[in-house]
Nanobody, 125 residues
Framework: QVQLVESGGGLVQAGGSLRLSCAAS????????MGWFRQAPGKEREFVAV????????AVGDAVEGRCSISRDNAKDLVTLQMSSLKAEDTAVYYC??????????????????WGQGTQVTVSS
């Protein structure tokens, strides 16, 4: 079983930046595709970003395009989400997720097998 623990959330001013981290355990980290999702109050969970097993391929969601980067450190079993130019609409619970899926990078909720508990990010305007 894979355990995922997010950290780095909190209160951030609009226009600021944040870094979220996710520590993984329970499986060989490099065997997992890693991603981030977020869920705002009253809204569906939304894809944010994904990184391939090697870290060589990434994809980000439309809502964060140009403001977001994802990276991973397979030596430390860590995946990081960096966001800048934050807006009030970025306020959400951010979830780390891991996928066993092969082939093209996953980005749908059902393509991810393991989930963290989430970390709250609140952007004040």
């Amino acid at each position: 079983q894979v355990q995922l623990v997010e950290s780095g959330g909190g209160l951030v001013q609009a226009g600021g930046s944040l870094r979220l981290s996710c520590a993984a355990s329970g499986r060989t980290f490099s065997s997992l595709v890693m991603g981030w999702f977020r869920q705002a109050p009253g809204k569906e969970r939304e894809f944010v970003a994904v990184v391939s097993r090697s870290g060589g391929q990434v994809a980000v969601g439309d809502a964060v395009e140009g403001r977001c980067s994802i990276s991973r450190d397979n030596a430390k079993d860590l995946v990081t989400l960096q966001m800048s130019s934050l807006k009030a609409e970025d306020t959400a619970v951010y979830y780390c997720a891991a996928s066993n899926k092969g082939g093209p990078l996953p980005y749908r909720i059902y393509e991810f097998d393991y989930w963290g508990q989430g970390t709250q990010v609140t952007v004040s305007s």
